[in-house]
């Protein structure tokens, strides 16, 4: 499967929720509530180019939503359509986020989970992140994790 990976666009946003919601909704039993990434305004975030999208045949399989904070380049979603999970989308997508990160002299990236999403934890921590905190966001408990690159 060929991926594309590109700045997503307003006409984006629609699809962009989508993927999101679509990657997060077996969550919302496991945390009690919806997911924050499932919250979030997409076109807003759209609009302030901080999104990008990996997308195979024209159809956006991936979404990856990067900002700056004074901690650094942080991952603030990350997220693969169900149906493609496992197929490498999200390894990829952190590497844009790498490539991101490093473009603008950054030596790490940093991304937080939600402290009851243990198989996503473990996928970061293969790819290389390092658990450094645990902190209380928005009302959802999080895990903060750090890659050096």
């Known amino acids: 499967m060929h991926i594309d990976i590109r700045h997503a ?4 946003a629609a699809e962009v929720t989508a993927c999101v919601c679509h990657a997060f909704i077996d969550y ?15 076109l807003r975030l759209i609009n302030q180019s901080m999104v990008y999208v990996a997308a195979s045949d024209a159809k956006i399989v991936g979404v990856l939503v990067v900002g700056k904070t004074e901690e650094g380049f942080c991952i603030e979603t990350l997220a693969t359509h169900p149906a493609l999970q ?13 490539i ?7 030596k790490s990236i940093y991304l937080s989970t939600n402290s009851l999403m243990h198989k996503s934890q473990e996928i ?19 895990i903060m994790m750090r890659k050096k690159i």
Request: hydrophobic share 35%; glycine share 14%; aromatic share 14%.
């Open 124 to 142: 970061y921590k293969y790819l290389g992140f390092v658990e450094y905190d645990k902190c209380v966001v928005n009302g959802y408990d999080r």
């Open 28 to 42: 919302i039993p496991i945390i009690g509530k919806q997911p924050q990434p499932m919250l979030d305004d997409y």
């Open 100 to 106: 991101l990160a490093k473009q603008q002299q950054f």
């Open 9 to 12: 666009v307003p006409g984006d």
């Open 86 to 98: 496992g197929c490498g989308i999200g390894k990829k997508l952190i590497g844009w986020a790498e």
